[in-house]
């Protein structure tokens, strides 16, 4: 592919990048507080066995989500603005919602067929089995809804809607524990009335109904959105094997209290992690996309944003890596969940890797070669179960977090050297020379804190590490320290 110069374009799509940062970051930074205050109210609500419970419960939806809808609003976001500028978009959503449609028809479908083999493989009880069934479809919608509005660059309508969600998902869950007496499945129910609620509502932001029309199946628009989205969708589920397939195994082995142990890993890191390191890339990806539809050169953009994202992490992740035992007192209210710190250095180096593949797998997203990222991942995650079957039963938490550890590294890793001719990213050198720099100064200050800091409360020593990290960096590395461009 032969690229169009064209520096104002880019110049002016990074600075809409960032306003549009700044616009879906309330959404990010209300996710991760929700995410934050959810756990510690889930494991002072619930018994360890309730929370293993909801656990399994919520891997198992993401599992269908996987296969029968994400894919799906991905492919919306995908293909939207190819199909907006030749003025197709009625009979384009129209696919999209058949599609949708009848995926939810089938999901039914397999599991009125096939009910004792999946009941038996989740291990759940069949009043749960039964309320995930039926909450992916406003969860479904939503998927779509949403990736429809990032389409639109209407950051600000995604920002509401996902902010709503998230309080709203956690008052509605306590409210029916309280009141009903409900357990684990008072958190699935809570889920599912705030959830149908945002739907009506991104319905309204999205103005999709002002276009959208039923029109018979367009075979043309499912052909690229098979070729996409299936892949995507298989990708996404050796995701699922790496991020979610200990929960199952660690249940199977040891029962419902030891997976809430992992689940409760999970709680103080993933949902925390990923919604602050996704405030990059929910702005970014949809002008990216545009630009490269464009024929304009998207390395050098996606190369500044990946400085970016590793400047955010990497601090981040050591920190609660080195402070992971306070991270379990601060978040876990269940003294007896509290070793599940154990995992926090794990997950966490394991989230700062599996969101960096944001940057890294875009290129095969951008052409359209999702295959590539499907067979990386897979194989990452074969690999991750493997270790979780052997290390478990030897090790086990740690078991757990050394494979999901492995598993995200070599999908990052596999990503790195498997490259798109003329999509390659560059090393944002400079960034991480700088970074590296930073870093030395606050290693002092936590060795101090070690020898000398007893007294001193976790949380503050956390917070002065970052910030003599980002003091040096900024104004010191970038002001005194004249590295080369």
């Not at 309330?26 to 756990?39: D, R, Y």
């Not at 295959?371 to 478990?392: D, P, Q, T, W």
Request: with cysteine; aromatic share 14%; hydrophobic share 55%.
């Amino acid at each position: 592919m032969e690229y169009i110069k064209n520096k104002e374009l880019e110049e002016k799509e990074i600075k809409g990048i960032f306003t549009d940062m700044v616009k879906y970051a309330p959404s990010k930074l209300c996710g991760m507080f929700g995410n934050m205050i959810a756990v510690p109210i889930y494991t002072s609500l619930f018994s360890q066995q309730q929370y293993g419970l909801y656990t399994i419960s919520i891997a198992m939806l993401s599992f269908l989500c996987i296969i029968f809808s994400d894919w799906v609003g991905l492919s919306g976001l995908r293909f939207f603005r190819r199909h907006q500028l030749v003025d197709d978009l009625p009979k384009y959503l129209s696919t999209l919602v058949i599609i949708l449609t009848f995926n939810m028809l089938l999901m039914f479908a397999i599991a009125f067929i096939f009910k004792d083999s999946l009941y038996s493989f989740f291990h759940v009880p069949f009043k749960y089995f039964l309320a995930v069934l039926f909450l992916i479809i406003p969860v479904a919608i939503r998927a779509l809804l949403s990736q429809l509005l990032r389409a639109q660059l209407k950051s600000i309508s995604y920002t509401i809607a996902t902010i709503l969600n998230q309080f709203a998902t956690i008052l509605m869950a306590v409210c029916f524990a309280k009141i009903f007496n409900m357990g684990a499945a008072s958190i699935l129910l809570g889920m599912g009335v705030s959830i149908s609620l945002i739907d009506i509502l991104l319905l309204y932001q999205s103005e999709i109904l002002k276009v959208f029309k039923f029109r018979k199946i367009e075979w043309k628009f499912i052909f690229p959105i098979i070729c996409y989205g299936i892949p995507l969708a298989a990708t996404s589920l050796s995701a699922w094997i790496i991020t979610q397939s200990n929960k199952f195994i660690m249940n199977s082995i040891s029962g419902f209290e030891k997976a809430a142990l992992v689940g409760a890993g999970y709680g103080i890191t993933l949902p925390i992690l990923m919604p602050l390191f996704a405030m990059i890339t929910v702005a970014a990806i949809p002008r990216i996309i545009n630009l490269y539809e464009g024929k304009v050169d998207v390395r050098p953009i996606i190369t500044k944003f990946l400085g970016y994202y590793i400047l955010v992490a990497l601090p981040l992740v050591t920190v609660m890596s080195l402070y992971s035992l306070d991270m379990a007192h601060i978040f876990i209210k269940n003294p007896q969940m509290y070793e599940a710190s154990h995992l926090v250095p794990y997950f966490a180096y394991g989230v700062f890797f599996l969101a960096m593949t944001d940057y890294t797998t875009l290129q095969y997203h951008l052409a359209n070669k999702t295959h590539i990222e499907f067979i990386i991942k897979l194989i990452s995650g074969i690999i991750g179960v493997g270790l979780n079957f052997a290390l478990i039963p030897k090790l086990g938490l740690t078991g757990v977090g050394i494979a999901t550890f492995a598993a995200n590294f070599l999908y990052c890793l596999l990503s790195i050297i498997i490259v798109i001719p003329n999509l390659n990213l560059r090393c944002p050198t400079n960034m991480l020379a700088r970074i590296f720099v930073a870093l030395l100064p606050a290693a002092g200050v936590w060795y101090g804190f070690k020898i000398y800091g007893n007294g001193i409360t976790g949380v503050f020593q956390i917070a002065t590490l970052l910030i003599v990290f980002y003091l040096v960096y900024f104004f010191g590395c970038r002001k005194l320290i004249k590295l080369p461009e």
